[in-house]
């Protein structure tokens, strides 16, 4: 059997074939695409040089790419598992071709690496073209269809209408007619019975879409309309793992070698055999699919957290969780130690696995945990909630909140209530669910104009070396966001530095030889271009203008990217190699810094650090930077890189002494005008990830101010003693000796106390009672009386207590054993005399207390409780 492995490469082989320059593949976690989070298709990391931003390099590429497809446009979540075809996470075979070849290649070349290649049975191959849309004044893609023809029956080259067949990037942007090629793996006999061609695109799970090639080859404009696309593009996406199935003549995903070792571990830890149980093959196929996903999620950069992708990921690993905790019975942290299987699997194509193999671990195992403790306190909350009766309808608010704050899917939720015999109300949850997706769409949308060009040109970025410089509006348009306009312009030439790798943008203003000054409020990079914002155009847009930074802010900021270079070589030299870099922020006034370590660095460890980084400042390193290295010339340089960062094949590389890193950001000329530097805090931000946030220059300066001005007042609070530490040590000794001192009243008082209670005993009904009203709080005290007399009186003893301190009254009851045999209850007893005193309270049948907060009614709560003597 051809093995997933070999698959993948003899696509690579294929395509170099042919002329293609195979690439890596990108991060699956997008950093600088406002419009997404994760990359859902091969194209996203050549959407730069698809909208033109990026110059072409190679006019023909190939590669496999990561793909995650759980929100946004593209979401399968609800669909893995339950069917055997679609995946959150999933590699995608493509090849692209920008202004070189189109459709007559692209067709030929996927006929022949399936038939040819891979030996695929041409009878079971189908193709859909577009059909057209009169509404667009498109005709059908006949031109597509003949090089069908070529290969194919007449009757087996289906027309599709604009949902399946014709492609777009978005509201605006490329678009075009698509072709896809869908396969029948059903067995023979299923195959004479009922023809394939019947159930292409009805969603048969054995007749499948596996490879879409799009022809790129128009622009949609803002207003809808279509113009021609200046450069022809071919984008082509199949399923790896669907490829997989029909090469190992398999009838699922699941069933081939991709999966198959994972699914056999999911088994072996919970004494399951796949293909047994359909409700346990679910679950099974959703653990091995969602592993794949958080395992690579991580290696890639986005840790489970709260918000946006994180919060993504983490709902991801909950389902698996949730799937196994209910299907599997598995209530006890399980995914983490799958990982050995996927790396099995995966580790060769992907080395950043076995890298990464024990962050990946810790990090899953504790998210784990957490959600397991989640998922039993969310079960509690909704045993609460249970409607009274039989037959019950759950209200569709709860069910929400169970699905919002504790990751209960509607189906737990529901599964759980019809073991009572109960329902949800569906209708009220969905109505939640619109509401908050409503919500949702309203924060993120971004309404864009189409771009209005001034010039031609390539804009240029010189702010490595410049502060200002001349420019022009090489383009602008208008946009939207959460209903607040402003606009968007590219220059011609710009110093600005556009947000990216951590490194906040750069604001400054236009100026105009008129005097007209803009401000530029921020920069940032949207698929590689730089845009500059600002709230209003200036007068004439054809102008040439200044453009100009803030320096100050840009220096602070750059004091703070090159400290993090500094910083971060120091915390592989105090701490180890295993630390690796998992986020950074770098703005004026703060750096941050994320890495992988698995403890609480200590106060030495810290100081370590900060001693190497400020060593490193005095010995005032100028900065080498090189700004076209190759990348494999870089590494074997020692230059830290980003695991799975997309870089080109050039790289900028920043040296300062013995720290190099590959980096695209701006910074200090040498490192004594960092000045100093100080870490103000260090903590976790989840399993293995630890988070430290530092201050350099200016503001460090401060830093330290406000820690000698504390100092400065607490001397003054002792009276200027010459030695603080003494002084504050006799503060503490004086202390100490004082509460002794109290501590030996207090006694005394007790005594006294209990000896005045004893003098005024009562008999009732033959029970010794002890009742008292103190106007001071002592609660200690009060019990310590209470259990002394339980003590002394072992039979028929009732002591009841009134105090109030500061007008909070409370109340303390203490029964010897007989009277509690004999049916009284304090704790009964004080809850009820508490309302008393509008207040609450309970306790054991022997031994109770209760607070409130109206002490007017203490009096009348003693005697109550006093009057069931009366029942005696
Ligand atoms: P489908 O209709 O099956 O969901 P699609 O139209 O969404 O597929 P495309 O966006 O054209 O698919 O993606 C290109 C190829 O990627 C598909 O032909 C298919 O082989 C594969 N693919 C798409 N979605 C998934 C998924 N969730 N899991 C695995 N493979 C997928
Ligand atoms: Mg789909």
Redesign the pocket.
């Known amino acids: 059997m051809i093995t997933s492995k070999e698959i993948r490469q003899s696509f690579k082989d294929f395509f170099q074939s042919k002329g293609h320059h195979i690439v890596p593949s990108a991060p699956m976690v997008i950093k600088d695409d406002p419009t997404l989070m994760f990359t ?3 194209m996203n990391q050549f959407k730069d040089i698809i909208l033109g931003n990026a110059p072409v390099k190679y006019p023909r590429v190939a590669d496999s790419q990561k ?1 995650l ?1 759980v929100s946004g446009k ?1 979401n ?1 979540l609800e ?2 598992g339950h069917d055997t ?8 075979l ?1 090849n692209w071709s920008f202004g070189d070849y189109f459709k007559k290649e692209a067709i030929e070349w996927a006929w022949e690496y399936l038939t040819e290649v891979l030996k695929l049975d041409k009878e079971r191959l189908y193709v859909t073209v577009f059909e057209g849309a009169a509404d667009e004044n498109l005709e059908r893609d006949d031109e597509a269809a003949s090089y069908w023809e070529r290969y194919l029956p007449k009757e087996r080259i289906i027309n599709g209408n604009k949902h ?1 067949n014709f ?1 777009e990037m978005g509201d605006t942007g490329p678009c075009g007619p ?1 072709s ?2 869908h396969i029948d793996i059903r067995p023979e006999n299923e195959r004479a019975e009922v023809d394939g061609l019947t159930l292409v ?1 009805q969603g048969h799970p054995q007749v ?5 090639l ?1 022809f790129m080859q128009y622009n949609r404009k803002a207003d809808s309309s279509l113009e021609p696309l200046p450069a022809k593009v071919i984008d ?8 997989c199935m029909a090469v190992q003549g398999k009838l699922s ?1 699941y069933d081939t070698d991709v999966f198959q070792p994972i699914i056999r571990r999911i088994g072996e830890g919970c004494s399951a055999t796949y293909g047994e149980d359909a409700r346990k093959d679910v679950a099974m196929r959703v653990i091995a699919d969602h592993l794949r996903t958080i395992a690579f999620s991580i290696t890639d950069g986005q840790l489970p957290s709260n918000a946006k992708a994180g919060y993504v990921i983490r709902r991801i690993l909950r389902r698996a969780v949730r799937y196994g905790y209910t299907f599997l019975g598995m209530h006890e942290p399980f995914m983490f130690r799958l990982i050995p299987a996927l790396i099995g699997v995966m580790g060769d194509a992907y080395p950043e696995l076995e890298a990464q193999q024990m962050l990946i671990g810790k990090v899953m195992r504790e998210e784990e945990e957490s959600f397991l403790r989640t998922l039993e306190t969310g079960i509690k909350l909704l045993e609460k909630n249970l409607p009274e009766e039989e037959g019950g309808v759950l209200s569709g608010e709860v069910a929400f909140q169970l699905y919002d704050t504790f990751g209960f899917p509607l189906d737990l939720t529901e599964l759980i209530l019809r073991e009572h015999g109960m329902t949800a109300d569906v209708a009220a949850f969905n109505a939640e669910m619109r509401k908050q997706k409503e919500r949702a769409r309203n924060a993120a949308a971004l309404e864009t104009g189409d771009w209005i060009k001034v010039y031609d040109g390539e804009p240029e970025f010189v702010g490595y070396d410049e502060t200002e410089s001349y420019a022009q509006i090489l383009r602008y348009r208008a946009v939207k966001q959460k209903n607040k306009p402003f606009y968007q312009i590219v220059l011609s030439r710009s110093p600005f530095y556009a947000e990216m790798g951590g490194q906040v943008g750069d604001n400054g203003w236009l100026m105009a030889e008129s005097g007209e000054k803009i401000e530029i409020f921020d920069t940032k990079r949207e698929n590689n271009l730089a845009v500059h914002l600002i709230h209003k155009l200036p007068e004439n847009t054809e102008e040439t203008f200044t453009a100009k930074i803030d320096t100050e802010k840009r220096t602070a900021t750059e004091c703070n990217h090159s400290a993090t270079h500094l910083m971060h070589e120091a915390l592989r030299d105090v701490l180890g190699k295993h630390v690796e870099q998992k986020g950074s922020y770098v703005s004026p006034e703060v750096l941050r810094f994320d890495f992988s370590h698995f403890q609480k660095m200590t106060p030495d460890e810290i100081r370590k650090v900060e001693r190497q980084v400020t060593a490193r400042i005095r010995s005032n390193f100028p900065i080498e930077e090189h700004r076209h290295v190759p990348v494999e010339e870089a590494k074997t340089q020692g230059a830290m890189a980003l695991f799975g960062e997309k870089y080109g094949d050039d790289v900028r590389t920043v040296r300062f002494g013995s720290s190099i890193e590959l980096c695209g950001g701006t910074h200090i000329s040498s490192t004594g005008r960092i000045g100093t530097f100080r870490i103000v805090s260090e903590s976790a931000i989840s399993a293995g990830v630890r988070r430290i946030e530092a201050v350099t220059a200016k503001v460090c300066e401060d830093y330290l101010y406000a820690k000698e001005d504390a100092l400065l007042e607490i001397r003054n609070l002792l009276n200027n003693v010459p030695d603080i530490m003494q002084g504050v040590h006799r503060l503490i000794a004086d202390n100490e000796e004082m509460k002794k001192e109290l501590q030996g009243y207090v006694k005394e008082k007790t005594v006294q106390l209990k000896q005045l209670i004893i003098d005024r005993k009562e008999v009732i009904n033959g029970v010794n009672l002890f009742r008292v009203i103190l106007p001071v709080g002592a609660p200690d005290v009060v019990k310590d009386i209470a259990f002394q007399l339980k003590g002394e009186f072992p039979e028929k003893m009732f002591f009841v207590a009134g105090t109030a301190s500061n007008g909070k009254p409370g109340i303390t009851v203490m029964l010897s054993d007989d009277l509690v045999a004999g049916g009284f209850h304090a704790g009964n007893m004080v809850r009820e005399a508490a309302r008393l005193i509008q207040g609450g309270g309970g306790g054991q049948p022997h031994f109770a207390t209760a607070g409130g907060t109206n002490a007017d009614g203490l009096n009348a709560a003693v005697d109550a409780i006093v009057l069931q003597l009366n029942k005696f």
């Open positions: 859902n298709a091969g793909c497809r593209h399968d669909e893995v075809y679609h995946h959150t996470m999933f590699e995608m493509g399946d492609w698509c896809e090629i695109n499948i879409e596996i490879w879409n799009v082509t996406g199949m399923g790896f793992e669907r490829l995903n």
